[in-house]
């Protein structure tokens, strides 16, 4: 299954179409911000102007009809931490955690989470109304920041064969050329599956390795069923123009975010 685009109140989104909450993986198109940042920049910290970053986070709460947002302050690791309402923040104010990924069985708080070719993924129980939003880089992703989002949410009371997942936009098999240490770990926290996701490259001593199929992988290893995981077809370094990549533009660049709405309320309709 993939992701399918929506036009939202000017924003483009990529969305799945079997999580019905509000939810979307942002893409460059329809905010304020100029230069190496048009125009849908949501990273706080990369140089854009804080008054173009503020009126794009207006937008994008506009569009998913968002009351309370929680962020998290990623760190390339694996830890998942629970929010509530009185973790909501507006961009630029404080963040007093670090966390790659952040839960919820509050309905109505929205969870954010950011990447320019690392893997975002979000997770959604309709039944328990616990959603999740992830950052999986590379070590993210070997250390199971994906099954560890799921853990956390079965210890708000989800089965995990009720989540449902989407892996958003990222870096794609064919993109993501890489030394020995990334397939090793992969290989440490898969086994003998980990020889689907790996594939030696043309450049002696390097590799290629399929994130998202690892990401999907641990996810399925977690209890999720196959049928319940959405994974975007589209890679962030080929498609420079529709989003962010830190590797196609050194690192001179804006940020996107995979956002979703925990439950259905009169403030928080599927767009």
């Not at 990401?215 to 370094?237: D, F, Q, Y």
Request: net charge neutral.
């Amino acid at each position: 299954m993939d992701l399918v685009e929506k036009s939202v109140n000017g924003l483009i989104l990529m969305t799945a179409p079997h999580i019905s909450v509000p939810h979307g993986f942002t893409t460059r198109f329809g905010g304020v911000s100029e230069g190496i940042y048009a125009s849908l920049n949501l990273g706080e910290n990369r140089g854009d102007k804080p008054e173009a970053v503020r009126e794009n986070y207006r937008r994008l709460k506009a569009a998913l009809r968002i009351d309370k947002l929680c962020f998290t302050k990623q760190v390339h690791k694996n830890h998942v931490r629970p929010v509530t309402g009185a973790d909501a923040r507006e961009p630029y104010g404080p963040l007093p955690y670090e966390a790659d990924g952040i839960v919820t069985a509050e309905p109505g708080l929205a969870l954010i989470a950011f990447t320019a070719d690392c893997i975002p993924i979000l997770l959604h129980d309709p039944k328990r109304t616990v959603s999740a939003a992830l950052h999986a880089g590379w070590r993210g992703t070997v250390a199971d920041i994906a099954g560890a989002g799921a853990a956390a949410m079965v210890r708000l009371g989800s089965a995990p064969e009720d989540i449902r997942a989407a892996i958003g936009p990222g870096i794609s098999f064919s993109s993501f050329e890489t030394g020995p240490e990334v397939p090793e770990a992969v290989r440490a926290v898969l086994g003998d599956r980990a020889d689907a996701f790996i594939r030696e490259s043309e450049n002696p001593g390097k590799f290629y390795v399929d994130l998202k199929g690892v990401n999907r992988a641990l996810l399925i290893r977690a209890g999720l069923k196959p049928e319940n995981i959405a994974v975007s077809g589209e890679c962030t370094l080929q498609s420079p123009d529709k989003y962010w990549s830190h590797r196609a533009t050194n690192g001179e660049r804006g940020a996107q975010a995979a956002v979703i709405v925990n439950g259905e309320s009169l403030k928080c309709a599927t767009p």
